[in-house]
């Protein structure tokens, strides 16, 4: 059965949280196509250094219930809210995120940081870009645009202080236990930096959850494959 809001035909209130460098551009397709049944708002982190600080931006901004999705970094965060506000969160989905702790990757992302304080940003956002995202979609010169005006709105700082965040708390697992809600937890089929086989995790770690993949997808879901999301989302809201 849909939730109550949605058999009643009330709209829900529905925070987005974007992930590394993104903000509301990265919910366009969701924000003009989910309107119907959702109030929704893009959450700012741009001011947070730690994840905590995120979270407290989130649930500071937020009506007193609302559903949650995050996608990426804001997935990170979104496990944080609705571990801390059972009460507050009325369901959240995860969107191409992670749980697990990564020493290998955590090294990686500190070289990033080095590099961008080197004066590499551009470089390094080009690189990101491309190993993102799913090969066929690397020729699209639309959706890299998209991609690299956001990662210039938000800058080489905010970047590389967000970065430093997740490596600071990159391990999720003892959110996950505490998450309540109805869980819907979205993998895209070849991201390359999050496997389908961590979101399976992720959906066993909480009860109840349920996984949808993507195909076809990188890691850049929402501007790889929006009408897959917002419909994924859509059946979220309506009937989880």
Request: glycine share 6%; aromatic share 4%; with cysteine.
């Amino acid at each position: 059965m849909g939730s109550a809001e949605s058999r009643a035909g009330m709209k829900q209130a529905l925070v987005l949280v974007p992930g590394l460098g993104g903000d509301s551009e990265l919910w366009r397709h969701q924000l003009e196509h989910l309107a119907d049944v959702a109030e929704m708002q893009v959450a700012d982190l741009s001011p947070c250094s730690t994840r905590e600080e995120m979270a407290d931006a989130v649930l500071r901004s937020a009506p007193e219930k609302f559903a949650l999705a995050g996608m990426s970094m804001g997935g990170w965060t979104a496990q944080e809210v609705a571990a801390r506000a059972p009460q507050r969160v009325t369901k959240v989905a995860l969107i191409c995120t992670w749980a697990n702790p990564d020493p290998a990757f955590n090294e990686k992302q500190r070289e990033v940081i080095r590099r961008i304080r080197a004066g590499e940003f551009e470089k390094v956002c080009e690189e990101h870009r491309l190993g993102i995202l799913n090969p066929p979609h690397r020729k699209n010169t639309a959706l890299k645009a998209t991609m690299a005006e956001m990662q210039r709105r938000a800058g080489p700082e905010l970047m590389a202080r967000h970065i430093q965040a997740m490596i600071d708390g990159y391990d999720s697992r003892a959110c996950l236990p505490k998450i309540r809600c109805p869980t819907l937890v979205v993998a895209g089929r070849n991201d390359p930096l999050f496997s389908v086989e961590e979101h399976a995790f992720i959906t066993a770690s909480i009860g109840g959850a349920r996984l949808a993949i993507i195909e076809d997808c990188g890691h850049a879901v929402n501007l790889e494959q929006p009408q897959a999301l917002t419909a994924l989302l859509r059946y979220w809201l309506e009937y989880l």
